[in-house]
């Protein structure tokens, strides 16, 4: 609704300065409304062509594309967006140029509107036709001014332009943070069906209320705010609570050890920032109120041979998931499984079994790689920074 008044108060005021000048040029109340009322649909037209230009240059440089919006009259946000793999060849060339897309098409339009009316031979022509090309060339040069929203032109083309290396590796953890959330799903199925005595018959419980809104806050991938920190710690309070229900208390633990484990991970081997011991201690924690329920329960124990893993332990962890199959069901599950036991494989030296099993996982390309990574590294990566030393 913000946007739609937005656009709508543009308009407007685009209508009044449109109709005054074109009064003042054409001395005719009839052509300057005329005059003002055409540049004002121009402004409209210029937001369809903005997106037509990025949707064509993402199709000539093959970039995935995954949603276009296009609805300039009823307020919605127009967008082409695309996806495209972190290791396609040129990729910040190909992502400059996607961005540049949409703003050259309104300053060419731009160029030929001013082209055309100098041929025309009436003033009421010659003036809408330049109204249209102020627009649009306004509409092109102010999507180039960087800004702070990450659905702006000229803030993501800057962003390329002047860390590249950051920006594909950002786009690399917006791929991992879905098979985050996806395997945060498949535990969530799971955990309903083991815990589904005391979970149900307590449904309007407050600690389940502020998990089902943090899981729905997660798949709409609000997964970086402060906010959520803030509600993932008070959902973790909720966990050690006594009074709290221990199907719910479990629930919330897996959820949570689940979400942060895999984000420590990937701090640790793909930035090279190991997780401070604290937060390590919170997630075994964690891990241990998911599995006081059922701990043979597989989501039970994938989050405590996660927890086992970032505490250096691999040797436990991989001792929790000896029995996993490849292709057994759940399957997300049991990928995800899979594959942690490839990274505990990794580090105890079993560099040949952690090969069959990132092999047989699949499903999970982004996490595959992460243990493709800890079986490439020698030594392996540090999951915990050492503690400090005493006076230092």
Same mark, same amino acid.
């Given at each position: 609704?913000?946007?739609?008044?937005?656009?709508?108060?543009?308009?407007?005021?685009?209508? *009044?300065?449109?109709?005054?000048?074109?009064?003042?040029?054409?001395?005719?109340?009839?052509? +300057?409304? *005329?005059?003002?009322?055409?540049?004002? #649909?121009?402004?409209?037209? &210029?937001?369809?062509?903005?997106?037509? !230009?990025?949707?064509?240059?993402?199709?000539?440089?093959?970039?995935? #594309?995954?949603?276009?919006?296009?609805?300039?009259?009823?307020?919605?946000?127009?967008? *082409?967006? *695309?996806?495209?793999?972190?290791?396609?060849?040129?990729?910040?060339?190909?992502? #400059?140029?996607?961005?540049?897309?949409?703003?050259?098409?309104?300053?060419?339009?731009?160029?030929?509107?001013?082209?055309?009316?100098?041929?025309?031979?009436?003033?009421?022509?010659?003036?809408?036709?330049?109204?249209?090309?102020?627009?649009?060339?306004?509409?092109?040069?102010? $999507?180039?001014? @960087?800004?702070?929203?990450? &659905?702006?032109?000229?803030? $993501?083309?800057?962003?390329?332009?002047?860390?590249?290396?950051?920006?594909?590796?950002?786009?690399?953890?917006?791929?991992?943070?879905?098979?985050?959330?996806? +395997?945060?799903?498949?535990?969530?199925?799971?955990? !309903?069906?083991?815990?589904?005595?005391?979970? =149900?018959?307590?449904?309007?419980?407050?600690?389940?209320?502020?998990?089902?809104?943090?899981?729905?806050?997660?798949?709409?991938? &609000?997964?970086?705010?402060?906010?959520?920190?803030?509600?993932?710690?008070?959902?973790?309070?909720?966990?050690?609570?006594?009074?709290?229900? @221990?199907?719910?208390?479990?629930?919330? !633990?897996?959820?949570?050890?689940? =979400?942060?484990?895999?984000?420590?991970?990937?701090?640790?081997?793909?930035?090279?920032?190991?997780?401070?011991?604290?937060?390590?201690?919170?997630?075994?924690?964690?891990?241990?109120? +998911?599995?006081?329920?059922?701990?043979?329960? %597989?989501?039970?124990?994938?989050?405590?041979?996660?927890?086992? %893993?970032? $505490?250096?332990?691999?040797?436990?962890?991989?001792?929790?998931?000896?029995?996993?199959?490849?292709?057994?069901?759940?399957?997300?599950?049991?990928?995800?499984?899979? %594959?942690?036991?490839?990274?505990?494989?990794?580090?105890?030296?079993? &560099?040949?079994?952690?090969?069959?099993? %990132?092999?047989?996982?699949?499903?999970?390309?982004?996490?595959? =790689?992460?243990?493709?990574?800890?079986?490439?590294?020698?030594?392996?990566? @540090?999951?915990?920074?050492?503690? @400090?030393?005493?006076?230092?």
């Amino acid at each position: 609704m913000k946007l739609r008044r937005r656009l709508v108060a543009v308009s407007l005021l685009l209508a *009044v300065e449109a109709t005054a000048f074109a009064l003042l040029v054409t001395e005719s109340v009839m052509d +300057a409304i *005329v005059a003002a009322g055409l540049t004002c #649909v121009s402004l409209w037209l &210029h937001l369809v062509l903005h997106e037509c !230009g990025h949707l064509v240059v993402a199709k000539l440089l093959r970039l995935p #594309v995954i949603a276009v919006r296009v609805a300039p009259f009823n307020g919605w946000r127009n967008e *082409v967006s *695309v996806r495209p793999s972190p290791s396609m060849t040129a990729l910040p060339l190909r992502m #400059v140029l996607f961005y540049l897309g949409g703003p050259l098409a309104n300053l060419c339009a731009a160029t030929a509107l001013v082209v055309a009316s100098a041929s025309t031979g009436t003033a009421l022509t010659r003036l809408t036709l330049l109204g249209a090309a102020f627009v649009g060339a306004l509409l092109g040069l102010t $999507n180039l001014v @960087p800004g702070r929203s990450t &659905h702006s032109d000229g803030h $993501n083309l800057l962003r390329w332009l002047r860390a590249p290396a950051a920006a594909r590796e950002g786009l690399r953890a917006g791929y991992y943070q879905e098979e985050v959330v996806r +395997a945060l799903r498949a535990v969530a199925r799971a955990g !309903g069906d083991v815990h589904r005595v005391g979970i =149900q018959a307590r449904d309007g419980s407050d600690p389940l209320l502020a998990l089902a809104a943090y899981q729905q806050r997660l798949s709409a991938g &609000h997964t970086q705010s402060a906010d959520l920190v803030e509600e993932a710690e008070r959902l973790a309070a909720l966990a050690r609570a006594g009074g709290t229900d @221990p199907a719910a208390a479990a629930a919330i !633990g897996q959820m949570l050890s689940l =979400q942060f484990g895999m984000w420590y991970l990937y701090a640790a081997v793909v930035t090279g920032a190991p997780v401070e011991r604290r937060e390590v201690r919170e997630i075994s924690e964690l891990a241990r109120i +998911a599995a006081r329920t059922q701990p043979r329960a %597989l989501s039970a124990r994938i989050v405590m041979s996660l927890a086992h %893993l970032l $505490n250096q332990r691999p040797e436990d962890a991989r001792s929790l998931l000896l029995d996993v199959r490849p292709g057994a069901e759940p399957r997300d599950l049991c990928a995800v499984a899979l %594959l942690l036991r490839a990274a505990a494989e990794s580090y105890l030296g079993n &560099h040949a079994e952690a090969d069959h099993l %990132l092999r047989a996982a699949g499903g999970y390309p982004q996490l595959a =790689q992460l243990v493709a990574a800890i079986r490439a590294a020698d030594p392996a990566p @540090p999951m915990f920074a050492p503690a @400090p030393m005493a006076g230092a």
